[in-house]
């Protein structure tokens, strides 16, 4: 692949003499970039030893930078020296261009990386949160997939110390709501956290270090390039090209510039990320397009955004907090939090509901029962979500496909903590969100605003009413469970043996990045909402959204539930974490878990079974592990034979575990999953010829909550399990 970058960069800088001024910068800060980390090499090389090993934490890709741009695998010191060499003797240093200003930002990356990874050698990095120091592969896939497919719609690397710290505090308010990626360096990391901006991992806002830290944006970028856009180690000019195209980043220079700085700025520019600086600049500084001022701090996002070609069609909100991607990973923890809603703790659900054109009053937000100013801290609450919508291309198919996006939307809003589906979704509110104003009202103003910008196709009037009130909330949750069963029966006729096409769900992947559903006609999503036929409509709806369909090709196993095309895709879209998965056994490669799923399933060895517990159930279970406890083994994308997340509807499904035994398998569960499924379950085990009463052979917390416990109950009601053949 052929790029003529001469072209992209010096025809950008129009008429008129060249700005050799901030090339000598540029020049000069390589060159003391590069004697320093030669000095500070010299000395590791005599303390440790050529051959000492040198490496960064939790990556595959040795010394990013280096590995990428070209394609060497550095182990140990003495490997550095030649790189040094070649680095140093790339850019001249009386050759006042811009290209060779490149190079020289080019070879400051190198040095960068080096005297960074020296100092991880002498131990002189500590993981204190928030500082992040280098950032690790794990995180790089958590967030990078967003970051090229601009879900995320740019990086901000921010360096140096602002004039003004409430004044820094609002640009980066601004560029959090707006989802923006951060990299920070230097002082203004202080200055945020005295403004009391939230930083670190969970709000994709990262807080690198010292100044040479800066080098982590830049190998966070370049393994995005490696990881999710295939560009192999080494092929530099495709991977400028990458950085250019893809990666859509750019530096913010906040207070007085140095050559080191403006050297490290030049490879970022080398990279294809323009500098905007608070500083003014001379004619013989400014470079138009790449490196500029804007000293104006109410302008500088607008400016940067332009600059990089960055365009946002996004609904703009009136809330009291941040709202964006930047906030989906938040964790409201208990100290934390407010007031909780759900999650087993009190009554709650959500729907979305097609309605007639009559039945709607477009915008109407109301809220039914007691408003969060009128409710104590620390309440556990009922609470109720309807969100009413009329389009004249809506159909009852899309209705479970935008009402999985109130996870997402909610999620946005800087405070609030949203996990699950349907009846057993689960809400926080933090106590920083209510002390800035946050009201219930507000998560219908998001839902609102959010669902008429994502869906303009289908939806043209929303209304949505918030419930807080007992009776309101019971009431209405029954009319939500008619409708969830409607869904599902829609469901019943369908099989995977009858169909070419099975998909995907990453929905849950800001919580588990490495967890894919595979949802078929007869396998529901953990989560218990997303149908075949739900994320089938998804599809048509949004082709690049969180539902993608995988052929059903070249079959593997298929007694286990193991194609060739199901696991291309799981490779591909697990981060390269999962190479094969078994679509219908517990024992052997099993699919992955969230955090959402309905239930979990374990092995009970002692009696050749399996048991299933659910959310609400909080005792102990046969396994030893009480639910809380399961959830944290089994949940955020790992392989666990012998467990596994599922939705409660894949209990009474027919590919039920079906190379392991099905539902004959099956010696324990809590009373209310038994009272909640008897009717279908009852006609499952009459189909597999277990018999009417197969359900009251099935163990649960009333005959006891250990395998010693249950194991005289199944002997004396003939359980079926404890004949079969051994499940280890």
Known sequence: ??????????????????????????????????????????????????????????????????????????????????????????????????????????????????????????????????????????????????????????????????????????????????GFMLFLSDEVIEQLLEEEVKLGIDYIAYPLGNFTQIVHAANYALRAGMMFGGVEPGKREEHRDYQRRRIRAFVLHLGERDEVKTAAEFGAIFLGFPTITDQELSKEEEIPDWYISEPDYDKLVQVAMEVRGIKLTSVKLDLPVNFGPAFEGETIRKGDMYVEMGGGRSTSFELVRSVEESEIEDGKVEVLGRELNEVKEGEKIPFGILVDIYGRKMQEDFEGVLERRIHDFINYGEGLWHTAQRDINWLRISK??????????????????????????????????ILTDPAKVEENIKLARLRYRKRDDRMRGLTDDAVDTFY????????????????????????????????????????????????????????????????????????????????YTLMDKPMTSCGCFEAIIAIVPEANGVMITTREHSGMTPCGMAFSTLAGMVGGGTQTPGFMGIGRSYIISRKFIKADGG????????????????????????????????????????????????????????????????LI
């Open 432 to 465: 920083d969100a209510v002390n800035k104003g946050i009201k219930f009202k507000h998560f219908g103003d998001i839902l609102v605003a959010k669902m008429k910008g994502e869906f303009p196709s289908i939806v043209d009037r929303v209304q949505v009413t």
């Open 1 to 178: 692949m052929s790029v003529n970058f001469d072209k992209i960069y010096e025809g950008l800088i129009r008429e008129g003499e060249p700005p050799k001024k901030i090339f000598r910068q540029a020049i000069d800060g390589a060159i003391m970039a590069v004697s320093y980390a030669e000095i500070l090499l010299s000395q590791a090389i005599r303390i440790y030893g050529k051959d000492a090993e040198i490496s960064y934490p939790d990556t595959a890709y040795y010394l990013p930078v280096i590995r990428c741009l070209s394609g060497e695998k550095i182990t140990s010191l003495g490997e550095l020296v030649p790189v040094l060499n070649r680095k140093r003797s790339q850019f001249k240093t009386d050759e006042l261009t811009f290209a060779n200003a490149r190079l020289a930002g080019e070879s400051t990356l190198y040095a960068a990386e080096i005297i960074e990874a020296l100092r991880y050698m002498r131990g002189e990095i500590k993981d204190v949160p928030p500082w992040t120091n280098f950032i690790g592969d794990p995180v790089v896939r958590r967030f990078g997939i967003k970051m090229v497919d601009w879900t995320i719609p740019g990086e901000a690397i921010i360096i140096g110390r602002a004039k003004d710290s409430k004044k820094i505090a609002q640009v980066v308010g601004d560029l959090m709501s707006k």
């Open 504 to 583: 995907s769900c990453t929905l849950c992947q800001s919580f588990a990045p490495n967890h894919v559903c595979i949802v078929t006609p007869e396998r529901v999503g953990l989560c218990g909402a997303v149908t075949w036929l739900d994320a089938k409509a998804s599809y048509e709806i949004d082709n690049t959204g969180p539902n993608q369909p995988i052929p059903k090709e070249g079959a593997i196993d298929e007694d286990r539930g193991m194609w060739r095309s199901v696991n291309e895709f799981l490779y591909a879209n697990s981060n390269r974490n999962l190479e094969e998965v078994n679509l």
């Open 663 to 726: 539902i004959a398998r099956l010696v324990w569960m809590p009373k209310e999953l038994k009272e909640y499924l008897r009717e279908d379950f009852i006609k499952r085990s009459k189909e597999e010829g277990l018999g009417e009463d197969f359900i009251d052979k099935i163990a649960d917390e009333t005959v006891g909550t250990t395998a010693e416990e249950i194991l005289s109950f199944l002997e004396e009601k003939g359980h079926p399990a404890l004949t079969m053949d051994p």
